[in-house]
Nanobody
Framework: QAQLVESGGGSVQAGGSLRLSCAAS??????????LGWFRQAHGQGREGVVV???????TYRDSVKGRFTSSRDNAKKILYLEMNNMRPEDTDIYYC????????????????????????WGHGTQVTVSS
């Protein structure tokens, strides 16, 4: 059983919008204390961070998505969201959600301080394609 399950991927034209969701299983507890993140990966490339959101709901974004993407978490429903607006062809990737307690415990749930290697729980990914 997958610990995290993404949904909402698809194809849009440049300038369009998509909303991704990531539902967590019962294993991810206490969900509210987890550091959560969205990462993306192109074929043959490394996994890069898009946004990380801490247990207080504070988010840090990569520069290329600032002002266009917004992440939020619903701790009651155990769902992480990524609202993507004004999308660009370079946003085309497989998007993964991730969760881990370690960065929360260590006080470094911040995209400027962590990478994908700090996360032990992953979804299977959802494809996002933006056409020009």
């Amino acid at each position: 059983q997958a610990q995290l399950v993404e949904s909402g991927g698809g194809s849009v034209q440049a300038g369009g919008s998509l909303r991704l969701s990531c539902a967590a299983s019962e294993i991810i507890e206490p969900y509210s204390r987890y550091c959560l993140g969205w990462f993306r990966q192109a074929h043959g490339q490394g996994r890069e961070g898009v946004v990380v959101i801490d247990s207080d709901g504070r988010s840090t974004y990569r520069d290329s998505v600032k002002g266009r993407f917004t992440s939020s978490r619903d701790n009651a429903k155990k769902i992480l969201y990524l609202e993507m607006n004004n999308m660009r062809p370079e946003d085309t990737d497989i998007y993964y959600c991730a969760a881990d307690l370690g960065p929360s415990r260590g006080g470094f749930c911040d995209l400027n301080m962590i990478t994908s290697t700090n996360f032990g729980n992953w979804g299977h990914g959802t494809q996002v394609t933006v056409s020009s």
